[in-house]
C-alpha cells in the first residue's frame, strides 16, 4: 500500500539554524514528490515538487529536497532558519497513474527559537 | 495566474444539516479532487472526479457524501447530513491532464464546523 512517513511529529531549532525534516514513503514505482507547508488555519502553500531528473530539487523561501531511491526518501532542509518558517510541514506523493491522487504524511510541526 | 478559488471560507452548521461546499477549478483543468483534513491532523483524500464522475473515493467518502459538476466551472461537495465528525477543513484541488507531470493545484480550503 502507499504511504508516506514523517517520523518527527514536532521539531525545535533555533532560529539560524539548519534544518531538515524527514518523509520516508512507500510506493510501487517512484512517485511524484511534494513539501507544502501549512500556517495554522491557512491553506497549504507548496514549497517545491519532485517529478524527476536532478535529485536535488529547489523550492520556494531557501528549502530544498533531495530525492534518495534508495532510501525511499525526500528529505526537506533549510540551511538557516527564520522566526518565520514556523509552521507545520506535510511530505505528499503524488500517483504516477490511476488518478494521481496524493498520499501525504502526517505532518512535522516547526517551532523557531528566537 | 489562475488558481483554485472555494466559498465560503467558513461555514457553520447544525448536526443533521446538509451542506455543500462549492469550488471553482482552474478553467481548463479536467481532474478534481477533495481532500480533508481535520484539525491537528494529516490531509486525507475524499475522491476524485473525472469526466463527469467518480474515478476514485476513499472509505471516508460513504453515502453521505455527493459530489458534482454542475456548469463549466462549478465543483460541488455535499455532504446530505451533517456529524460532528464532518468538521474539518476541506480542499479542493484540480489537476489539467493526466499527462507526465501530476501536479494539483489546491484552493484555500472551506473550514466546516458542525454543531
Known amino acids: 500500500a502507499q504511504s508516506v512517513t514523517q517520523p518527527d511529529i514536532h521539531i525545535t531549532v533555533s532560529e539560524g539554524a539548519s534544518l531538515e525534516l524527514r518523509c520516508n514513503y512507500s510506493?510501487?514505482?517512484?512517485?511524484?514528490l511534494f513539501w507544502y507547508v501549512q500556517s495554522p488555519g491557512q491553506g497549504l502553500q507548496l514549497l517545491l515538487k519532485?517529478?524527476?531528473?536532478?535529485?536535488l530539487v529547489q523550492g520556494i523561501k531557501g528549502f530544498e529536497a533531495e530525492f534518495k531511491r534508495s532510501q525511499s526518501s525526500f528529505n526537506l532542509r533549510k540551511p538557516s532558519v527564520h522566526w518565520s518558517d514556523a509552521a507545520e510541514y506535510f511530505c505528499?506523493?503524488?500517483?504516477?497513474?490511476?488518478?494521481?491522487?496524493?498520499?501525504f504524511g502526517t505532518g512535522t510541526r516547526l517551532k523557531v527559537l528566537a | 495566474e489562475p488558481e483554485v478559488t472555494q466559498t465560503p471560507s467558513h461555514q457553520v452548521t447544525q448536526m443533521g444539516q446538509e451542506v455543500i461546499l462549492r469550488c471553482v477549478p482552474i478553467?481548463?483543468?479536467?481532474?478534481f479532487y477533495w481532500y480533508r483534513q481535520i484539525l491537528g491532523q494529516k490531509v486525507e483524500f475524499l475522491v476524485s472526479?473525472?469526466?463527469?464522475?467518480?474515478?476514485?473515493k476513499s472509505e471516508i467518502f460513504d453515502d453521505q457524501f455527493s459530489v458534482e459538476r454542475p456548469d463549466g466551472s462549478n465543483f460541488t461537495l455535499k455532504i446530505r447530513s451533517t456529524k460532528l465528525e464532518d468538521s474539518a477543513m476541506y480542499f479542493c484541488?484540480?489537476?489539467?491532464?493526466?499527462?507526465?507531470?501530476?501536479?494539483?493545484?489546491f484552493g484555500p480550503g472551506t473550514r466546516l464546523t458542525v454543531l
Open positions: 484541488a484540480s489537476r489539467l491532464t493526466s499527462g507526465n507531470r501530476n501536479e494539483q493545484f
Open positions: 510506493y510501487g514505482a517512484t512517485p511524484y
Open positions: 519532485y517529478f524527476s531528473g536532478d535529485t
Open positions: 505528499a506523493v503524488g500517483a504516477t497513474s490511476g488518478t494521481y491522487k496524493y498520499i
Open positions: 478553467s481548463n483543468h479536467l481532474y
Open positions: 472526479f473525472y469526466n463527469n464522475e467518480i474515478s476514485e
